[in-house]
């Protein structure tokens, strides 16, 4: 077989390059779109919710499927109103994790905007969408405080490390890290807000947060799919590391143990059997899994990447 001179090798290379950019959609015509639904199903928490409602008796925090402890022995010695409570602080604790990816969501993308055109309909999405991420941050601490469960911050090492992250994070990596942090908790949302179980504060906060979201999802997979194709190698495999290691700490992150001790459980007996439990994993797995098709697709899930991901227990 006759080998393709160098120049030739180029101009495939570049046809291939065209090829794939048809594929992806306009980055201003995304983002007009994504402005014009912003203007039509935008809400105000403040306003939106009954915050001075009573808390509703014998209601849920959080669907107890979803609760880490379900279905494992130490969940069947439980009772009934500690499986509640237990609810309640992980309801917490979910909302905590939430407010802390969004503050990180928010610098990565001031950071994304810094150098584009700010008459740009992508920058001004991106200032929509930081000024959502705003409203949704003040909504969840609102909702910790009225559910009574304190607030659950991350460890002092994933803190420090988000640290870093948010430092040497390029483009590719800051959009794969924030669709981690925003799809497994919209998909546990979705199945939060019909139901009739939960608390109707938490449905109304879980109903505003999977609306809005949407599109924030929607500008993170056209510009990671956009970036993944124009990067140069070296960041491309980067991306696939980092965000292979976001999901090895998300993991470890999204539930603290502290809720365990504060609802009288053993701390050491509880995370050894969420560990254990099959059906925790198939939840985790479930809900990330329309994220890691999506990154699959795109060409994230390679290599040492995708050994961090399976090691995270998110992908199967």
Not at 58 to 65: D, I
Not at 207 to 214: F, K, M, P
Not at 241 to 255: H, L, N, T
Not at 281 to 295: C, H, N, V, Y
């Amino acid at each position: 077989m006759r080998e393709v001179p160098a120049h030739m090798t180029t101009v495939i290379e570049l046809e291939v390059l065209r090829d794939a950019l048809g594929l992806l959609k306009d980055r201003e015509q995304v983002a007009e779109r994504l402005l014009e639904s912003s203007a039509k199903h935008s809400f105000d928490p403040d306003t939106e919710l009954d915050w001075e409602a009573p808390v509703e008796e014998g209601k849920w925090f959080w669907p107890p499927e979803l609760v880490s402890l379900y279905d494992t022995p130490l969940w069947r010695k439980m009772s009934e109103e500690q499986r509640m409570d237990l609810a309640r602080h992980e309801a917490a604790s979910l909302a905590s994790l939430g407010i802390w990816f969004e503050i990180i969501l928010m610098q990565l993308l001031v950071r994304h905007i810094y150098d584009k055109s700010l008459t740009s309909n992508h920058v001004r999405y991106a200032l929509t969408e930081i000024a959502d991420e705003c409203r949704h941050s003040m909504m969840f601490a609102r909702m910790i405080q009225k559910g009574g469960a304190p607030a659950y911050p991350v460890s002092k090492l994933n803190h420090n490390l988000a640290r870093v992250l948010k430092t040497v994070s390029t483009t590719p990596g800051s959009f794969a890290c924030t669709l981690l942090g925003e799809e497994i908790l919209d998909w546990m949302q979705r199945l939060t807000f019909p139901d009739e179980r939960v608390q109707t504060l938490v449905r109304g906060v879980t109903r505003i947060h999977v609306i809005e979201e949407a599109r924030h999802v929607r500008y993170a997979r056209e510009e990671l799919r956009r970036q993944m194709v124009t990067a140069p190698r070296w960041e491309q495999e980067l991306t696939r590391i980092s965000s292979g290691e976001a999901a090895r700490v998300f993991s470890i992150a999204f539930v603290n143990p502290q809720v365990y001790t504060n609802v009288g459980l053993d701390r050491r007996e509880a995370v050894a059997q969420v560990k254990e439990s099959g059906h925790r994993r198939e939840i985790m797995q479930s809900g990330a899994k329309r994220l890691t098709d999506f990154l699959d697709d795109i060409g994230v899930m390679r290599g040492v990447g995708r050994r961090l991901w399976k090691s995270s227990g998110l992908l199967a």
